[in-house]
């Protein structure tokens, strides 16, 4: 993390694999900030959509991982980061409609292949990484002013 | 329309929400595809889904949804309703299945996202 960075607010959520019951806790609890931080409905829609699919990523295809919410006057950053087990081709998965997703993430209306390239859509700059046997980090920003 | 008109339209139970009944709502979504819900991108929205799970309702949280309706007369666990209660979401049942559930409203005057 930057110590430039003037951060006025850090929270850090684990996020273990498997635990579809707890899914989707941090992402409701990050909106919950952002509206008793007064910030606009339609960023904070925009932010909790992008926070709940990215959520959703670390309990389905991840090995577990950390959601990191910040927020300084001028950006709302959201990271989304797991131990593994990383993304081979990551042109083919932020192609809309492609999932790897098993019948259990299915059967709760997830798995359409349309996460990551909503998360690219809601946030101002999108960047992913991920390594093979690694793990995946994708970082989302949104505009405050 | 109003949540009380589309109770009506639809002949739906209410069970929750009952503070919300004047409620003005502008378009619809239904899908059991949480992630394409997650997509739409209309305000003032209810959803329509055969999908009872806690999933749906962070969906309508994260997405501002007013209203739930399950179809093809799913009856929300009592879990799901509080969840819901706890969030501002109304929660309706209809015995209609998604398709004619959505065309009835539709007919109503209830509009979509036009992709
Ligand atoms: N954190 C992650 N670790 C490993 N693979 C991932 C991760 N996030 C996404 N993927 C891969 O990218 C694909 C597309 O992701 P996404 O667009 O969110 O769709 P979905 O979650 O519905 O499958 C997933 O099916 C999976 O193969
Ligand atoms: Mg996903």
Partial sequence: METTDNVTMCQYYSIEAGNFTL??????????????LGIDAALVKKVAIASY????????????????????????????????????????AMK?????????????????????????????????????????????????? | MTIQEIINILEADLFCGEDMLNKDILSACGSDLMS????????????????????VIRTAEMMDIAAIVFVRGKRPSE????????????????????FVACGLLYQSGLRGEVL
Avoid: W
């Avoid at chain 1, 809309?96 to 859509?121: I, V």
């Fill in chain 2, 79 to 98: 879990e799901i309703i509080q969840m819901a209660a706890d969030r501002n979401i109304a929660v309706l049942m209809t015995r209609h299945s998604l």
């Fill in chain 1, 96 to 145: 809309e409609g492609y999932s790897t997703a098993p019948d259990t993430a299915r059967e709760l209306g997830f798995g359409a292949g349309m996460g990551l390239p909503n998360m690219k859509r809601c946030a101002d700059r999108f960047v992913i990484r991920s390594e093979e046997g690694k793990g995946t980090e994708v970082e989302l920003s949104f505009n405050l002013s």
């Fill in chain 2, 36 to 55: 394409d819900v997650l997509a739409f991108v209309k305000d003032h929205t209810i959803l329509l889904t055969g999908l009872t799970n806690p999933h």
């Fill in chain 1, 53 to 92: 699919e990215a959520e959703m990523n670390l309990v389905i295809h991840s090995n577990g991982g950390r959601l990191i919410f910040k927020i300084n006057p001028k950006v709302i950053t959201i990271i989304a980061q797991d131990d593994g087990p990383g993304i081979k081709d990551i042109e083919l």
């Fill in chain 1, 23 to 36: 899914a989707g806790e941090a992402a409701g609890q990050i909106k919950n900030n952002l509206k008793q």
